[in-house]
């Protein structure tokens, strides 16, 4: 099964935190909370029912929506704890044209999703691609260090 994750920055502290994400539409308080996976597996998210309405209560950390990001379902190729998220940064050398004049090319490019390929993509190439050539995620897009 698929692993649907999200990541975000905190709003009270800036630190990063991972789990499952609660986008609150605009009538309640138009912001995003992303629930730790330990909080949900100790049962702190439940639903009750208030006015004959039911509704989610949830406990977690409210985040910046810009810095919301979904776990790919990929990893490094060569280091598989490393997962890729979007807005990561990816670094990998294209090589191309005739093995006598083989020319190399170092791609680095945000992972975003490409809504007309229904695929994340590095640069206009796959995120596969980058990542079976090699890539490496050298940073995010909203950290202070970018490369």
């Not at 502290?13 to 499952?20: L, Q, R, T």
């Not at 990929?74 to 670094?91: L, Q, S």
Request: charged share 30%; net charge negative; proline share 1%.
């Amino acid at each position: 099964m698929k692993e649907i994750k999200f990541r975000g920055k905190r709003k009270d502290n800036g630190e990063w935190v991972y789990g499952y994400l609660v986008s609150y539409c605009e009538l309640i308080d138009d912001k995003m909370v992303i629930i730790p996976d330990k909080w949900i597996k100790d049962e702190a998210c439940f639903w009750e029912a208030k006015n004959g309405a039911t509704r989610i209560e949830t406990y977690g950390y409210e985040v910046h929506p810009d810095t919301v990001g979904q776990y790919t379902g990929k990893t490094e190729k060569y280091f598989k704890d490393i997962k890729v998220w979007e807005g990561d940064i990816i670094e990998f050398v294209k090589e191309y044209g005739f093995v006598e004049a083989l020319q190399k090319r170092t791609i680095k490019d945000a992972v975003i999703f490409d809504d007309d390929t229904a695929q994340y993509t590095v640069g206009g190439y796959t995120l596969n691609h980058a990542l079976n050539e090699g890539g490496k995620v050298i940073g995010n897009i909203h950290t202070e260090n970018k490369q």
